[in-house]
């Protein structure tokens, strides 16, 4: 079923107004026409049946949904090529990540030139993605943020992956609580960037004795963690 989020509270009964956008995605890609049903996620995270009618959606059902992981988890995804990191957003958001902070790394080779305008892009991705993968959260973007910002980003367990600590795996099973981790750029993080990572308080961890592409380490972790949630 197709779905997609509103700014604004949902009830029965309802009679809703549609953005420009999802009447477009209705009408011309779907080619639907009225008495379509369809799924609406409210600003409270609450799920509604939806009925297409008249260029508005009218909510005829409250619906019991349980998509979400027990944990919140925020990456930290150090800037890597365009179309990766465009992968991984989609990707990170289909596995229940909650918050996704772009990090300029020393050794990251995109140059971010309109921050807004990228910003703006990478919420359309993990906005789509939440919508194809049925989840009632949108993950949050936050501002590119460098080494030194990345404090105020940390949860109740905070780690760094490093390629240099391959023995130094964590068991996911014991993850309950918030969850941080960091994924470097193409060619891992300088030695000073670990080092301040380490004074903030996140520890390092390995993915194992294989040296992983940035996507593919930080798409790892996630679906670890996702995989040990019921």
Same mark, same amino acid.
């Given at each position: 079923?197709?779905?997609? !989020? ?11 107004? @549609?953005?420009? &956008? ?10 639907? /026409?009225?008495?379509? &049903? !369809? ?7 609450? %799920? ?5 009618? =008249?260029?508005? +959606?009218?909510?005829?059902?409250? @619906? +019991? ?10 990456? $930290? ?13 989609? *990707? ?11 990090? #300029? ?5 995109? *140059?971010?030139?309109?921050? &807004? ?22 993950? *949050?973007?936050? %501002? ?13 367990? =905070? ?5 240099? /600590? ?8 014991? $993850?309950?609580?918030? !969850? ?8 891992? !993080? ?9 004074? #903030?308080?996140?520890?390092? #961890?390995?993915?194992?004795?294989? $040296? @992983?592409? %940035? &996507?593919?380490? +930080? $798409?790892?972790?996630? %679906? ?7």
């Amino acid at each position: 079923m197709q779905q997609y !989020f509103l700014n604004q509270k949902l009830h029965l009964n309802l009679e809703v107004e @549609l953005t420009n &956008e999802i009447l477009h995605h209705l009408k011309t890609v779907l080619r639907s /026409n009225d008495g379509y &049903e !369809f799924c609406l996620v409210d600003v409270s995270h609450q %799920a509604f049946l939806a009925e297409l009618f =008249n260029g508005h +959606a009218k909510i005829i059902k409250k @619906l +019991a949904v349980d998509c979400e992981l027990d944990i919140d988890v925020t990456v $930290i995804l150090s800037l890597i090529k365009n179309e990766r990191f465009d992968f991984c957003l989609q *990707k990170l958001t289909e596995l229940g990540v909650k918050r996704i902070v772009p990090l #300029m790394a020393h050794r990251s080779i995109i *140059k971010v030139k309109d921050e &807004e305008k990228k910003l703006s892009r990478y919420q359309k991705i993990v906005t789509e993605a939440a919508e194809q993968s049925r989840r009632l959260y949108v993950p *949050k973007i936050e %501002a590119f943020a460098k080494i030194d910002d990345l404090e105020k980003y940390k949860s109740d367990y =905070n780690y760094v992956a490093y390629e240099k /600590n391959f023995d130094k795996q964590i068991d996911y099973r014991l $993850i309950d609580r918030a !969850f941080t981790y960091v994924i470097g750029p193409e060619g891992g !993080f300088e030695e000073y960037e670990i080092a301040k990572l380490l004074a #903030m308080g996140f520890k390092t #961890m390995s993915l194992g004795k294989r $040296i @992983l592409r %940035a &996507e593919t380490a +930080a $798409i790892y972790v996630m %679906a670890n963690l996702g995989g040990n949630q019921r």
